[in-house]
């Protein structure tokens, strides 16, 4: 039998993190890379401004010998418009991997936040500006690939 983690058992409580600049974002970018979702748990609501992920992300805040994960929600408010690159939202088994999120200054604060993704997709956010929001939603579980994320040069 296999023992789930357990928020006490990692060195951190569960994450729930606010960025609101793209410094902060920078830091939530770290924390999200690799982490994997199937498409159907992203979505946007137009008339909320608000476009969400529930995310696999591994735990990258407890190093890589862990190799937990842990279901988190990251979102952003004052959205609004939301495109797509390398997206096939038709297929409802597609799963995503992020790689990596920025964002691109524009005028008055506003701009556009990238999330990219593996295979050369990408997801585009025009925002007012940066709020963002990471947070843990489940308890950690092992990773199923018993493996860090790696990615060799």
Known sequence: ????????????APLNLGAMDADD???????VQD?????TEMTYRARDRRFAMLLNRFRWENGT?????VQSMLSFEGVLNVSS??????????ILSVLAVAFEAGEDGAGLIEITLA???AVRLSVE??????????KPYIAPSKRAPSHPE
């Open 25 to 31: 974002l920078k830091v939530m970018s770290a924390l």
């Open 1 to 12: 039998m296999v023992d789930d983690a357990r928020f006490e058992d990692g060195r951190e």
């Open 85 to 94: 690159q390398g997206v096939d939202r038709s297929d409802k088994d597609m």
């Open 35 to 39: 982490a994997v979702l199937p498409i």
């Open 65 to 69: 010998q862990s190799k937990e994960r």
């Open 119 to 121: 295979g050369d997709g």
């Open 129 to 138: 500006t940066i709020e963002a929001r990471l947070k843990d939603v489940t």
